[in-house]
C-alpha cells in the first residue's frame, strides 16, 4: 500500500518539484513539499473516477501455470489486498495547471520496470497537408529508472525523399552506453548518504503525512468495498482493464518503452 503513497509520489515530485535555489537537502525536501501540498484532494466520491485497483488472479505465463494472489501461501482465500492500483492526479499549481498525472504500480505484471513518461500537448495547427499527418504522434519524453537508466525522445521527422509524409523517430542516450562502470545499486546511494549525513533522498516527517493527506481518502474508499468489488486481472498483463480506461478516457494509453 506504500507504493504509490511513498514511491511513486518521490517519483512525482521529481518531475513536478521547481528548480531549488541550491542542493541543500531541506532546499530540496521544502519543493517537494510543496508539490505534495499542491496535489487537488480527492474527494470520497471522485475515487471510483481517478483511481483503480486490483488484484491478480491464477493464469497462465510463459506457458505455465500460476497461482492467483490467493492462492499463494499464507495469504487468506477471501483476502481483499489489492496488488495493483493506479491513481490520476493534479498538481493545482501555475506550471502544472489541469495537467493529469497518472501513477500504476503492480505486481505479476509482465516485467519489472520504472520509467517516467511525458507526453507533451500536440500543436493546435499543422503546416502539413492531411495525408502527411496522419502517422503524426504526440512528442514524448521517456526516462527510464530500472532496469536501465537511459532517456528517450521522441518526436517526428520528415521522410527523406520527395513525399511529403511524417514518421515517429527516437533519439535515446543511454547511461550504460555512455559511461563504463557498474551502475550503483538501488540502496547504494542512499546507503552511502546514511554514514555521510546527506539527507536529500530521504523524507522529511511533513513529506510522509502530505503524502498520507493525498492517498488516504481513496484507501478509506476502496476499505469500505467487499471482496467482490476487486477486479482481477491476469498474472503477466498490464493490469485490469478499468486502468487501461482510466487513462483513455483522455485520449492517453500508458506506456512503458
Known amino acids: 500500500r506504500d507504493m504509490i503513497q511513498n514511491h511513486l509520489l518521490q517519483v512525482l515530485c521529481m518531475v513536478a518539484t521547481e528548480a531549488p535555489v541550491s542542493f ?10 510543496d508539490v505534495l501540498n499542491a496535489i487537488r484532494r480527492i474527494k470520497p466520491e471522485q475515487v471510483g473516477d481517478v483511481a483503480v485497483r486490483g488484484q491478480y488472479g491464477p493464469g497462465v505465463v510463459k506457458e505455465k501455470e500460476v497461482p492467483g494472489y490467493r492462492q499463494e501461501e499464507g495469504v487468506k482465500p477471501d483476502s481483499a489486498t489489492e496488488t495493483f492500483a493506479a491513481v490520476k492526479l493534479y498538481v493545482d499549481n501555475w ?17 519489472k520496470t520504472t520509467v517516467i513518461t511525458v507526453q507533451f500537448k500536440p500543436a493546435p495547427d499543422y503546416a502539413f497537408p492531411d495525408e502527411a499527418t496522419r502517422t503524426w504522434q504526440s512528442n514524448r519524453l521517456l526516462i527510464g529508472v530500472q532496469p536501465a537508466m537511459d532517456i528517450r525522445l521522441r518526436f517526428q521527422v520528415k521522410r527523406p525523399g520527395q513525399t511529403l509524409a511524417i514518421d515517429p523517430v527516437e533519439m535515446v542516450f543511454s547511461y550504460k552506453t555512455a559511461y563504463e562502470g557498474q551502475e550503483p545499486e538501488a540502496y547504494e546511494t542512499l546507503l ?24 488516504t481518502p481513496i484507501l478509506d474508499a476502496w476499505s469500505s468495498e ?10 503477466g498483463s498490464w493490469g485490469p482493464e478499468a486502468a487501461d480506461a482510466l487513462v483513455q478516457h483522455d485520449g492517453f494509453q500508458w506506456m512503458t518503452k
Do not use: H
Open 24 to 33: 541543500e537537502a531541506n532546499e530540496v525536501r521544502n519543493k517537494k513539499v
Open 95 to 111: 506550471r502544472w495547471e489541469n495537467v493529469p498525472f497518472y501513477l500504476r504500480t503492480g505486481k505479476s505484471l509482465p516485467e
Open 192 to 215: 552511502l548518504d546514511v554514514m555521510t549525513g546527506d539527507a536529500t533522498l530521504f523524507m522529511r516527517a511533513d513529506q510522509v503525512e502530505a503524502a498520507w493527506r493525498v492517498v
Open 226 to 235: 467487499t471482496t467482490a468489488d476487486l477486479p482481477t486481472y491476469a498474472p
